[in-house]
Structure formats: C-alpha cells, structure tokens
C-alpha cells in the first residue's frame, strides 16, 4: 500500500486529469470540489444540531400527548360519572312511579 503514492505515480495521476478536463477546466474542478466539501462538513455539524432539537421537538410533542391523553381520561370519567347519575335518576324516577 505504501508504493501507491509515489512521486511518479501522482505525476501521471496529474497528467491524466489535465488531460481528461483541460488546464481551463481544473480551478473550476478544485472550486467544485471544496464547495462539495464545505457543504459536506457543514451538513455533518447541521446533522448534530438536527439531533438536539429532535430531540426537544420529541419531548414537547411527549408533553403535548401526555396533557391531551389526560383531558381524554378527565372527559370520560365526567362522562361515566354523568351516565351513572341519569341511570341512577332513572331508576329512581321508576321506584317511584312503582310505589
């Protein structure tokens, strides 16, 4: 592995690209390429920033369920509570007629 980058081997790795892309082509070759890499690392650091606010966007969002499931379960126990109040009414309601 050590003899692939010898001098002579970049040499004619050099001329080959001259010669695929031309000497006009090449500074736009290398400005592309750093571009490629700045957006490369910059959206490595965007990934990391992504993480932590997922992460507080998950936890709001376990909030907001928590609070919802909970109104949930209030309104059913009023609405259990009111049923078993008219039944109740109702069998009363009948015990009297019955008397």
């Known amino acids: 592995m050590g ?3 010898q001098p002579m081997h970049l040499l ?3 001329l080959i690209v001259i010669v695929l892309f031309g000497g006009k082509k090449l500074p736009e070759l290398g ?3 750093g571009e490629g890499l700045r957006g490369f690392k910059y959206g490595l650091k965007g990934i990391e920033e992504d993480d932590s606010e997922e992460k507080k966007k998950r936890e ?3 909030v907001k369920a928590y609070r919802e499931a909970k109104l949930v379960a209030d309104a059913k126990l009023a609405a ?3 049923v078993a ?3 109740k009414a109702e069998r009363e309601a009948r015990e009297a007629l019955t008397k």
């Open 12 to 14: 004619v790795i050099g």
């Open 85 to 87: 109040a008219e039944m």
């Open 60 to 62: 709001d969002l376990e």
């Open 3 to 5: 003899d692939l980058f």
């Open 80 to 82: 259990e509570a009111r």
């Open 31 to 33: 400005k592309g390429l």
